[in-house]
Each structure stands twice: as structure tokens, then as C-alpha cells.
């Protein structure tokens, strides 16, 4: 597979994104297999898997058989940039102090507590409520990383990238490292500057979205998709593009009044920048 500017940036955004939702999803497994049971938490997450291989399977053969390119790019990288913007907001309300940064250790400690006060119903030989907790936040987490994996794949393809398998690659990448980690330290992965790469795939998401649903409006003129000078070369300037508004807008946030402007605040994303 060749290399390029697209390429990488692909491979890494997938695995940035994954990583997140990973770590995310790990706490919610780790709390309620600890509090709970191990078992039912396990077959749970199992249950989960298995249901988001399904939805990425139909979603993935229905875009690819129904929906041409130009307009299968100005869709995605509509939603991306939808999806990619909501992350970037949550960056600059953070990196300015109007919003607390997120904090594993707390949602851990937060989910212990709730699975400690639920009650011990037993459905089909499980701990109901441990089954059903972990179902929904894999699940729920996982959605996220297959909207990403698809959305990338099939809008990245083209002649000698198999774009489906280079995100998916990312993002096992992803889940294996995070899993690894999370056994090894038994406990939530709160050292991983989730905040940090929050804000590094905004802006990734943002970019790529912009990138596809420039070239999909090719499909209300001639119906094949447009090309932006210098082809992949171009995501670089979209990304300093992104990266410069969304630094001017932090700027502007914190001069707001209540601000809290902490050290920590701006550590979190790195030069300024956090989610």
C-alpha cells in the first residue's frame, strides 16, 4: 500500500479515535467487572462485539452497492465534519476553562458507585445489571469508532489503498493496545492524555470532512467528484486551517469572564489546545 499524506493521516486518525473510545469503553468494563461480576460483565462486552461486527458489515455492503462516490463523500464528509466540530467545541470550552476536563479516575469512581447501589437481579444466569452496563457502553463507545472505520474506509479507497482496511487496522491497533495496557494496570487508564487526542482527532475529523464534502459537490454538477489542487497535499493546509480557528477561538473564550484558565487546562491539549 502506497504511502501518502491521506494515508497516514487515515491510519492515524482512526487509531487516535479508537483509542479514545477504547479507553472509554475499558472503564466502564473495568468498574463493573470489579464491583459486580466478572463474568456477566465479559459476556457482556462479547455480546456487544459481536453486535457491532453485524452493524459494520450491513452498513458498510449498503454504502458501498447503493450510494455513488462523489455523493457517498459530500454525505460522510458532511457527517464527519458534523461529528469532527462537536469534539473541536468541547476542546475550546476545556482548553478556555468553561468546561472541566474529562477525568477516567472520576467516571470510574462515578460507575463503581452506581453498580454498587443497583440491585441483583438475575436474568439467563448473569448479574443483569453488570451484563446490560457493559453491553451498552461497549456498544455505544464501539458505534463511534465504526462510524469512523466505514465512514474513512470507503470515502479513502481508491486504486492500490483499501481504505476499509487500513482504518480497521487502526483501530485493533488501537483496542489491542488499550487492552493491554488497561489488564496490565488493572485499573482506569487515566494517564492516557485522552483530552489531548480529543482534540488532535477534531481537528482530523474536521479536516477530512471538509476535504470530502468539498470533492462530493462535484455530484450536483457534473456527478463525478472534484479535485482539490494538489490532491492529498491539500489536507495539510484544511488541518492548519482548522488548527488556526480553533486557536483563535480559544484565545476568545478565555477572555470570557469565569474562565478558568488553570495550568492544567492548557496542558491538556498540548500548546493551547485541549478537550
Known amino acids: 500500500m502506497a504511502l501518502s499524506v491521506g494515508t497516514v493521516s487515515l491510519f492515524v486518525a482512526t487509531f487516535l479515535a479508537a483509542s ?34 453485524v452493524v459494520t458489515a450491513i452498513a458498510g455492503a449498503t454504502l458501498i452497492h447503493s450510494v455513488s462516490e462523489a455523493l457517498l463523500q459530500i454525505i460522510i464528509g458532511t457527517l464527519l465534519l458534523v461529528f469532527g466540530l462537536q469534539w473541536i467545541r468541547k476542546s475550546i470550552l476545556r482548553s478556555a476553562g468553561l468546561k472541566s476536563l474529562h477525568d477516567e479516575d472520576a467516571i470510574f469512581q462515578r460507575e463503581q458507585e452506581e453498580a454498587l447501589k443497583a440491585g441483583r437481579e438475575q436474568k439467563l444466569g448473569l448479574d443483569w445489571f453488570a451484563f446490560v452496563v457493559s453491553f451498552k457502553g461497549v456498544f455505544l463507545e464501539g458505534l463511534e469508532v465504526v462510524f469512523i472505520v466505514i465512514t474513512f474506509g470507503l470515502t479513502a479507497s481508491q486504486p492500490g489503498v483499501n481504505g476499509i482496511l487500513l482504518a480497521a ?54 456527478g463525478q467528484s472534484l479535485q482539490w489542487p494538489g490532491q ?25 469572564p ?3 484558565n488553570s495550568e492544567s487546562a492548557r496542558a491538556a491539549a498540548g500548546a493551547g489546545a485541549g478537550h
Open 20 to 53: 479514545v473510545e477504547f479507553v472509554e469503553a475499558f472503564t466502564i468494563v473495568l468498574a463493573m467487572g470489579m464491583t459486580r461480576n466478572w463474568r456477566s460483565t465479559l459476556i457482556g462486552t462479547a455480546a456487544a462485539a459481536v453486535a457491532l461486527t
Open 258 to 260: 469565569g474562565a478558568k
Open 169 to 222: 487496522e487502526g483501530a485493533a491497533l488501537a483496542g489491542v493496545l488499550v487492552i493491554i495496557a488497561g489488564t496490565l494496570a488493572h485499573r482506569p487508564l487515566s494517564a492516557v492524555p485522552e483530552n489531548t487526542m480529543k482534540y488532535v482527532v477534531g481537528l482530523l475529523l474536521s479536516t477530512f470532512g471538509t476535504f470530502w464534502s468539498v470533492e462530493g459537490l462535484g455530484y450536483f454538477g457534473s
Open 232 to 256: 492529498d497535499l491539500s489536507l495539510l493546509i484544511v488541518l492548519l486551517a482548522w488548527l488556526g480557528l480553533s486557536q483563535l477561538a480559544i484565545a476568545a473564550f478565555s477572555r470570557i
